[in-house]
Each structure stands twice: as structure tokens, then as C-alpha cells.
């Protein structure tokens, strides 16, 4: 009985300690893109303070968004986790990211409610291209207005840096 009890319990510790998700093993998509956001943040500002304020933002834009987006798609968390680390969408949310740092700094920004307001902007859209596993839709909004020689150049100059060769070949594509 005393060895059962100190197994739920370690077990339990580890719950908390890597905030796991009892239903699946993987961190939140919120946690995940949070952490993610603020390591961004500081190589990116260095020793900056707000990077925490930052790091909040992101994980609450995540975490409401994604639960509404998942129920009003029928998402399982894990699929949306999944895609969100998939090429492109990654590279371009770590984009919107590292912008959204960068419009801190260079407006200034202290406080949460300018930050968030800026961030959703560009973060709203992207996750429901996300939810929807729909890249071609999300490239094609970040691209809008260039000419598919110019959206090669991009990729060939290494903006696309961290695309597959297959998503290379499906971007490179495109038709005006």
C-alpha cells in the first residue's frame, strides 16, 4: 500500500513539475508557444524585462484562442500542437513572434493591452490557418501582392529558410 501511494505520488510531482496533460504527454500549445516566445524574445532584446510580459501575452493569446478554435473546429489540442511545429507554419509563427517583440521595443510598449492588441492582429489569423492545416492560405496572406518570382526569390534568399523541399515545391508554384 506505502509503495502504491509514493508511485501516485512521484507520478503526480512529475505532472506538475513538466506540466504535462493527463490526456495526452505533451505540454499545452499555450506553454509550449509561451516558452517559445520568450526565448525568442531574449535572444532577440536581451536582458530585456519585458520579455516575461511578452511571454504572458503569447500564452494567453494561445490558450484562449486555441480552446475556441479546437471546440469550434472539433481540433483535438495535440493536432493543433502538432501542425503549429509543422514547416511552415512554425517558421511563420515564430515570425509573428519575434515581430511582435520588435514592435515592443521599438514603440516602447510597458504594459500588456497595446503588446497583446498588436500581436493578435497577425496571431488570429495564422492560428486559424493552423486549425485548419491550411499553408497555402497563410503563405498567400503573408505574400499578398508579390509576384510568384518574387515569392521564389524570398524562398531561394532564405526567408523560407526552414521549409521542406516538398513545401518548397508546393510554394514555389503558385499562380498570381
Request: proline share 2%.
Amino acid at each position: 500500500m506505502q509503495r502504491r501511494t509514493t508511485v501516485l505520488i512521484l507520478v503526480a510531482v512529475v505532472f506538475i513539475l513538466f506540466e504535462v496533460s493527463p490526456s495526452n504527454g505533451t505540454l499545452d500549445i499555450w506553454s509550449m508557444w509561451g516558452d517559445r516566445a520568450f526565448t525568442l524574445c531574449k535572444n532577440q532584446i536581451k536582458r530585456d524585462s519585458r520579455c516575461e510580459m511578452f511571454q504572458e501575452v503569447v500564452e494567453e493569446a494561445f490558450h484562449d484562442m486555441s480552446l475556441k478554435l479546437s471546440e469550434a473546429m472539433s481540433k483535438d489540442l495535440d493536432d493543433l500542437t502538432k501542425t503549429s511545429l509543422k514547416q511552415p507554419f512554425r517558421s511563420e509563427g515564430e515570425r509573428i513572434i519575434k515581430d511582435a517583440a520588435k514592435h515592443m521595443v521599438s514603440n516602447k510598449i510597458r504594459t500588456e493591452g497595446p503588446l497583446r492588441e498588436y500581436f493578435m492582429k497577425q496571431f488570429t489569423q495564422w492560428l486559424m490557418n493552423v486549425a485548419a492545416g491550411n499553408a497555402q492560405n497563410m503563405m498567400q496572406n503573408r505574400f499578398q501582392g508579390m509576384s510568384v518570382e518574387q515569392i521564389q526569390a524570398a524562398i531561394k534568399s532564405g526567408a523560407m529558410k526552414n521549409m521542406d523541399k516538398e513545401e518548397e515545391k508546393e510554394f514555389s508554384g503558385w499562380d498570381d
